[in-house]
C-alpha cells in the first residue's frame, strides 16, 4: 500500500520566493497533518484537516503560512514570502478518523532558504 | 513549560546490552501515549500506542509501558538495526493534535 506521499522532497530557495510543498495522504484517511521539524524545537503541529476541513491552525507561525486541502487526497502548504528562519523539515501524516487511531507520516520535504 | 520529556537524549549501547527510554508528561487529560522510530532521512514509524497506566505491548524487541506519569520503552538485546531516533509523543482532551518528545537517539554498535 503506499503510505503518505510529499513533494518534493528537497527544495532550495531564496529569500523571499514562495514555497509550496505537497502532500498525498492514503486512500481512506480522512485526517491530515502538516508538521515542521528543528533541531531545535523537534516536531511541531502546524495545522490539521479532518474531512478536509481545517481544525487546528494555531501552530502556523504567521501569515506567511498557509494550507488547504482542496480534497480528499490532496494538500498544500504555502509560504510567501519565505525567510531563513523557514529552513526545516516539512512532515504530512494522514489518520483514520476513528478512535484510537495511529497518525502515518510522509517522509518529509527538506526546506532551505537561503 | 515542556509537556513532554524525553530522557535520556542520547544513548550508545553495545549489541546485546539491554535498556530502557524514557518519556515523562505533565498534562491531564490523557488521551494516547505513542512511540515512533525516526530513521535519519525519513519520516516517523509508528510503534505503539497506549491508553491507560498499567498498559503494555510488545514487538520483537521492544516493549512499551504506560504509568500515570511516564513510559517507558525497554529494548531487549538491541542489534546495531535498531538504531535510530525514537520519539515520544501524546494526544490530550479531544484533540488529535500529537504534542512530540524532543527524541532520544540510540546508537547500537555491533
Known amino acids: 500500500d503506499a503510505g503518505v506521499i510529499q513533494s518534493p522532497r528537497h527544495e532550495v530557495t531564496e529569500m523571499g520566493q514562495e514555497v509550496t510543498l505537497r502532500c498525498k495522504p492514503i486512500s481512506g484517511h480522512n485526517s491530515l497533518f502538516w508538521y515542521r521539524q528543528t533541531m531545535m524545537r523537534g516536531l511541531e503541529l502546524l495545522i490539521y484537516?479532518?474531512?478536509?476541513?481545517?481544525?487546528?491552525d494555531s501552530g502556523m507561525p504567521e501569515d506567511r503560512f498557509s494550507a488547504k486541502m482542496p480534497n480528499a487526497s490532496f494538500s498544500t502548504l504555502k509560504i510567501q514570502p519565505s525567510e531563513p528562519r523557514d529552513s526545516a523539515v516539512y512532515f504530512c501524516a494522514s489518520q483514520r478518523l476513528a478512535v484510537n487511531q495511529p497518525q502515518h507520516f510522509g517522509d518529509g520535504t527538506r526546506l532551505s532558504i537561503l | 513549560e515542556d509537556q513532554v520529556t524525553q530522557s535520556p537524549e542520547a544513548l550508545r549501547l553495545q549489541e546485546g546490552e539491554s535498556s530502557s527510554l524514557n518519556c515523562s508528561y505533565t498534562v491531564s487529560g490523557l488521551r494516547g501515549l505513542f512511540w515512533y522510530r525516526q530513521d535519519p532521512g525519513k519520516g516517523p514509524e509508528f510503534l505503539f500506542t497506549l491508553y491507560s497506566a498499567g498498559e503494555e505491548k510488545e514487538k520483537e524487541r521492544l516493549k512499551a509501558t504506560l504509568t500515570k506519569k511516564e513510559s517507558f520503552l525497554h529494548i531487549t538485546a538491541p542489534k546495531p538495526e535498531d538504531s535510530a531516533t525514537y520519539l515520544c509523543a501524546l494526544t490530550q482532551g479531544g484533540s488529535e493534535k500529537l504534542v512530540f518528545g524532543k527524541g532520544m537517539k540510540l546508537t547500537v554498535n555491533p
Open positions: 484537516f479532518n474531512n478536509n476541513v481545517p481544525i487546528d
